[in-house]
């Protein structure tokens, strides 16, 4: 059963973004904590000087923080997500002066068409509906450049057997009232590569991280 719009941000702006950046914590710590694991998500992309970049659901900004790390000073970083409280938070991280924070709804996000040369969408889809992750990707194609790229960070599926019992128990797939279960599910079913052809991307590529437990793929509108 997956929870509504409404209820998943009032989650969100009044309960998790109080502790969001603990769980964070605590998910990437196997893997060599978060930010080593975040910025090896980014490690292999290719940044131009002054391109206008996105992060969907950035959350309280870890995500963030390794695309400012990487991308040139004379970027222009947005991040956007539904949560009121999630944009709070990162807002009062002191290495964000030169990106701006907005609250928003990826599925319509304002922007005029082909404004960005990058949108990430970071480990967010697999919390949406299957319905809502084919918008979104819908709507990172609209406001994408030509030939600009979407990179969607996200879970995966390990095929090591071991592997995915020490994911399940350490990101508490577990527990019967996580919400996310049958959106990660669903979305590991259809696949992130074929939900990103379907959202109308070509030249579509994936790259596994740390046994499979994440992935990071790339498509070019």
């Known amino acids: 059963m997956t929870v509504s719009r409404k209820t998943y941000k009032w989650y969100y702006d009044k309960i998790a973004c109080r502790f969001y950046d603990l769980l964070m914590w605590w998910c990437f710590l196997p893997f060599g904590g978060e ?28 995500a963030t923080s390794a695309i400012l790390r ?9 991040g956007m997500d539904i949560s009121s409280g999630q944009i709070s938070m ?24 082909g404004f ?12 949406m509906t299957r319905e809502d992750r084919l918008k979104v990707l819908s709507e990172a194609r609209r406001i994408l450049k030509e ?14 057997r071991l592997l995915r019992l020490f994911a399940g128990l350490w990101f508490f797939y577990w527990l019967p009232f996580n919400f996310e279960t049958p959106t990660r599910k669903d979305m590991l079913k259809h696949g992130v590569e074929n939900e990103v052809q379907e959202g109308g991307f070509r030249e579509v ?5 740390h046994g499979g437990v994440f ?7």
């Open 116 to 127: 960005f040369n990058k949108v990430f969408i970071t480990h967010s889809l697999h919390e």
């Open 147 to 160: 030939k600009g790229e979407v990179i969607v960070l996200e879970l995966d599926r390990p095929k090591s």
């Open 205 to 209: 590529r994936k790259t596994s991280k």
């Open 215 to 221: 992935q990071v793929v790339l498509g070019e509108k």
């Open 90 to 113: 990162a807002k009062m991280r002191r290495q964000f002066k030169n990106v701006e924070f907005v609250e928003g709804d990826v599925i319509r996000t304002g922007f005029e068409d």
């Open 70 to 78: 990487k991308a040139p000073s004379n970027s222009r970083i947005i």
């Open 35 to 62: 930010a080593r694991c975040r910025d090896g998500f980014v490690a292999e992309l290719d940044f131009s000087p002054g391109e206008r970049i996105l992060d969907m659901c950035c959350g309280t900004g870890g």
